[in-house]
């Protein structure tokens, strides 16, 4: 099993920036993705932004390219997603998630970002 544990949301104005946290524990060897999804109120859970164990494969959606970046720091088994120009459309609840190479897969709890306008 792994434990995910997220940091970091909170409010912030249009414009802002915010940077989210997660770390793992548990069976962290076999994890080989990382990455963050995004739920808004009405909507269905979506793919932010995911990386590889080397932090140097990361893949965005489309709306995040060019406003948010993604780190992986292996050492301390934790991933980072820093958030630029947000918007009233990135208010969402973000998890943080995580695949092993057994293809299981592991959300933490989620933190909320708002965005006000």
């Known amino acids: 099993q792994v434990q995910l544990v997220e940091s970091g949301g909170g409010l912030v104005q249009a414009g802002g920036s915010l940077t989210l946290s997660c770390v793992a524990s548990?069976?962290?060897?076999?994890?080989?993705?990382m990455g963050w999804y995004r739920q808004a109120p009405g909507k269905e859970r979506e793919l932010v932004a995911r990386?590889?164990?080397?932090?140097?494969?990361?893949n965005y959606a489309d709306f995040a390219k060019g406003r948010f970046t993604i780190s992986r720091d292996s050492a301390k088994n934790a991933v980072h997603l820093q958030m630029n120009s947000l918007n009233s459309e990135d208010t969402a609840s973000y998890y943080c998630?995580?695949?092993?190479?057994?293809?299981?897969?592991?959300w933490g709890q989620g933190t909320q970002v708002t965005v006000s306008s």
């Open positions: 548990g069976s962290v060897r076999g994890v080989v993705l």
């Open positions: 990386i590889d164990q080397g932090g140097t494969d990361p």
């Open positions: 998630w995580a695949r092993s190479l057994w293809n299981n897969a592991y």
